[in-house]
């Protein structure tokens, strides 16, 4: 019987277990060649060192020197160097595309982030919670360390990031793109913003990409813009007889400045001294570890539990979209690696019923499942597991068993409901607020149109896209310069007509407006009025 040396078991544990940290390639081989050398030594109980093969004796141990000499198979244990401590280290060491290419696009992006001290400050400050996590799985799929940069420009390393053309996350998935890769998304959870799970479907679709085209860089084109885009930009060149490379093709405006702006960071990131940039330091050590919770918990709960702001609890877990967890799981919580193993014991004593708050409600005559989930921020198939209930039937005067948060809706404010509120919020220069309600039949065209604004700002404005569905009684913020909106009044949107004997002040008066809100409304307006001239008002009709 024999224990294993402290070494021995690190390489037990494999390099990438997060037991030892991040090496750069040549430490990694080092390593592992130690790892290899260290497999026969054996320590008894007594502390004695003995070899299951001769030929590998350690340079501590005692030997026969002129056995030694005689011996061209004597190899001593190589003690791998110390791992880098900066994670940027890591990845300049594993850069493997052409980075000498000089093009005139990879100059013109060079040019813009060597001007922006500020964004590598920003971006790698963000960085610090995933990064580590990002650069061991490209270094365990042994991908080049490029690819693990692609979130600086995808989402600045924003987890919340959200594009007009609906792609989330760090690694900015599509929709249908992140099903297809497994990444679930319903009304808990988005797995598209999930740090460990589309970090996987990210390499893993790469991977299939880079298989495919046999061109990393085409393969990243194809991430952008889709492989269907890339592959027909390809056969057009073929049948001209042109090259088939990604600066040889033509592309979409977006996808040939993509690859450019890859290179031109990872540029920066080789020598950062050339380009006048400093690169903050992140550090080579694991930043989080995956603690199974078993089943549904409030996550305020959880932050209470992990001793940790709320607002920290979900930039780690940004996938969840609600004040609770996902009912269906998934069933993991990523914690700060220093906190994990307390929050585990203490989730562990925590009774079950503990885990969510649950109020009593009566329905009342008219109620639904669908209002009385909206009411309390749950779902309808959640309320119908709790209570058991089959179809959609429910009965006034009888009671439901609902869970509610356990603290005010303010407190989660990385809720996917909480951020858009408070993106629709932010003010808009020389514009006024108006709160809107979706009523039935409602579109965004026909609400952009009423209030005189574009669809593309309405949309922006509320966090959305022109695709998504309105719901009725859907909250909806207007930035409009029509005069302020009444604490109860509704501002709508009229046409009016000028009649003779008509005047600004006139009109003004009659409309409960301003003459100078009349002149911000019609820019067009000439010094006099004719009748039969059209004016765009907006008035609260509730006056």
Known sequence: MYDKTPTQDACSKGLFGHSLKLLTPVAFAVALSGCQSLSHVHTVEGGQQTTADTSLISDTQSADPAAVANSEEVAPVVVPDLPPEDLVTVIREGLNLDLDADNPRIRAELRWYSRHQSYFNRVLKRSEPYLYYIVSEAQRRNIPMEIALLPVIESAFDPFAYSFARASGLWQFMPATGRHYGLEQNWW????????????????????LNKQFNDWELALAAYNSGRGTVANAIKRNRKKGKPTDFWSLSLPRETSAY?????????????????NIKLNTVPNEPYFKQVNIGQQIDLARAASLAEMKLDDLYRLNPAFNRWATNPDGPHTLLIPIEKADSFKESLDALPPEQRLKWQRYTISSGDSLILIAKRFSTSVDLIRDINQISGSRIVAGKTLLIPVPSKDSDNYSLTAEQRRLAKASRPVKGHNKIDYVVKSGDSFWDIAREYDVTVSKLTSWNSMTPRDTLRIGQKLVIWTTAAKQSSQGVVRKLTYRVRSGDNLSVI????????SDIRNWNNTLGKYLQPGDTLTLFVDVTR
């Open 189 to 208: 959870y988005d797995g598209r913003r999930d740090v460990v799970a589309a970090t996987d479907a990210a390499y893993t679709y790469l991977e299939e």
């Open 259 to 275: 690859v450019p702006k890859l290179l031109a960071i990872s540029k920066i990131v080789r020598n950062p001294e050339k380009y």
């Open 508 to 515: 003004a008066y009659r409309y409960g407006v301003k003459v």
